[in-house]
């Protein structure tokens, strides 16, 4: 008996102990993802001092082109949230109110039930109960009928109960259905509000372009531009691949090249180019696709990751940048809008930004891009 309850004790003083190191081992994991992650935001942020740096020679044309796109950014996010809050707010009103219709239903049916039990009731008791145990002959007839008594008046009485219960849900929705409703239109209000802002900004937007094309006469300058927005983003993908893409992906993430000719587009759409052709007849080659989308659609992060970089980027515009680990990126350039942040962890198939022409261009698309230590990769080899 003693042995077994030393071997109960050794067996709780071991799960405790294990427990504690799984406790540990959890609390040390945490330490490393923050320091990690804190780690990464001051490479970011030195990263984003440097390009800030590069892009001081900009003319006053092209800064105010970037404070807009940047702002015409917040707003555009800040439309698709309040958008998405009033399509919450619709089904929930119209739960509201389909439930109120419901119960109004249910309300007649329980009304009408009830009037039938009154007169069922009435039709019984025109003689009373001592009237027919006096004058009944047959005991069995006798018990039958006191039955059907006892269960009219259980019978009405729970049809009252749901009656009136019925009745007390009803009050109370209309209340919450008047909320909602005011909540709604207030929501409403508010997203008319941001769409006439957005399309304030976006014609500040067409002057700005206006004037860059002023400055841009000719086109040896449009290719010498087009020379140095290129060489601009090589920069900061070589920077970003030496600075940053040694973050540690979780285990649980499949390997990206495990992937290879499997993963969805970032968006639905026409491919525009051919990767690594000329452009504009130029010694400049595409390294990515360009894919025609609609202003707001959403962009699709391709696989599992951290975002190592999110911000307005001369010559790609809102820009933002996934790290997959094993030294793949993906690029996404030109957004309208950008939805998740440095840091943040995201999986495939999950929006990252929204489909926009930002960074000068005049038609609404997608630049993606794929690269695998700092150089570029054919999307189409890894896209279905």
Same mark, same amino acid.
């Given at each position: 008996m003693i042995k077994v309850l030393l071997s109960a004790v050794s067996f709780?003083?071991?799960?405790?102990?294990l427990l504690l190191l799984c406790a540990i081992a959890a609390a040390a994991d945490n330490d490393n993802t923050q320091r990690q992650?804190?780690?990464?935001?001051?490479?970011?942020?030195?990263?984003?001092?440097?390009?800030?740096?590069?892009q001081q020679d900009r003319s006053s044309t092209a800064k105010a082109l970037r404070t807009i796109?940047?702002?015409?950014? @917040?707003?555009?996010?800040?439309?698709?949230? *309040?958008?998405?809050?009033?399509?919450?707010q619709q089904r929930k009103l119209a739960e509201l109110e389909s439930r109120q219709q419901l119960l109004r239903k249910q309300q007649v049916n329980q009304k009408a039930l009830i009037a039938e039990h009154v007169r069922n009731a009435y039709t019984l008791g025109k003689e009373s109960q001592l009237k027919m145990l006096l004058n009944q002959e047959q005991p069995e007839k006798? #018990?039958? *009928?006191?039955?059907? +008594?006892? %269960? +009219?008046? =259980?019978?009405?009485? @729970?049809?009252?109960?749901? %009656? =009136? $219960?019925?009745?007390?849900?009803? $009050?109370?929705?209309?209340?919450?259905?008047?909320?909602?409703?005011?909540?709604l239109a207030e929501t409403s209000a508010e997203l008319k509000r941001q769409q006439q802002s957005l399309l304030q900004q976006k014609q500040q937007r067409a002057n700005a372009l206006a004037g860059i094309d002023r400055?841009?006469?000719?086109?040896?300058?449009?290719?010498?531009?087009? $020379?140095?927005?290129?060489?601009?983003? @090589?920069?900061?993908?070589?920077? &970003?691949?030496? @600075?940053?893409?040694?973050? &540690?992906?979780?285990?649980?993430?499949?390997? +990206?090249?495990?992937?290879?000719?499997?993963?969805? /587009?970032?968006?639905?759409g026409k491919l525009l180019n051919r990767y690594g052709a000329s452009r504009q007849g130029s010694a400049v *080659? /595409?390294?990515?696709?360009?894919?025609?989308?609609?202003?707001?659609?959403?962009?699709?992060?391709?696989?599992?990751?951290?975002?190592? +970089?999110?911000d307005w980027l001369r010559g790609a515009g809102l820009l933002i940048i996934v790290d997959h680990g094993g030294? %793949?990126? #993906?690029? %996404?350039?030109?957004?309208?809008?950008?939805?998740?942040?440095?840091? $943040?962890?995201?999986?495939?198939?999950?929006? &990252?930004?929204? &489909?926009g022409n930002s960074g000068g261009q005049r038609q609404a698309g997608l630049y993606f891009e794929i690269r695998y230590k700092g150089q570029p990769t054919d999307p189409r080899r890894w896209c279905q």
């Open positions: 709780r003083a071991l799960c405790a102990a992650l804190n780690n990464l935001n001051d490479k970011i942020g030195s990263l984003k001092k440097s390009i800030n740096k590069q796109e940047k702002d015409i950014g @917040e707003l555009a996010a800040k439309l698709r949230q *309040t958008s998405s809050k009033r399509e919450q006798l #018990s039958r *009928t006191l039955t059907y +008594f006892d %269960y +009219f008046n =259980r019978a009405r009485s @729970e049809e009252l109960t749901k %009656y =009136r $219960d019925t009745l007390s849900e009803l $009050d109370s929705l209309k209340p919450s259905i008047e909320a909602e409703a005011q909540a400055e841009i006469l000719n086109k040896t300058s449009s290719l010498n531009t087009l $020379d140095k927005e290129r060489k601009g983003l @090589e920069n900061v993908l070589q920077a &970003v691949e030496r @600075e940053i893409t040694n973050i &540690v992906i979780p285990e649980n993430y499949k390997p +990206f090249n495990a992937m290879r000719g499997k993963m969805p /587009w970032p968006v639905r *080659t /595409w390294q990515g696709i360009q894919i025609a989308g609609n202003e707001g659609d959403s962009v699709l992060s391709i696989h599992n990751g951290r975002v190592v +970089f999110a030294g %793949y990126l #993906s690029l %996404y350039a030109h957004n309208q809008s950008l939805l998740r942040t440095e840091g $943040d962890w995201v999986k495939g198939g999950e929006a &990252v930004a929204t &489909v």
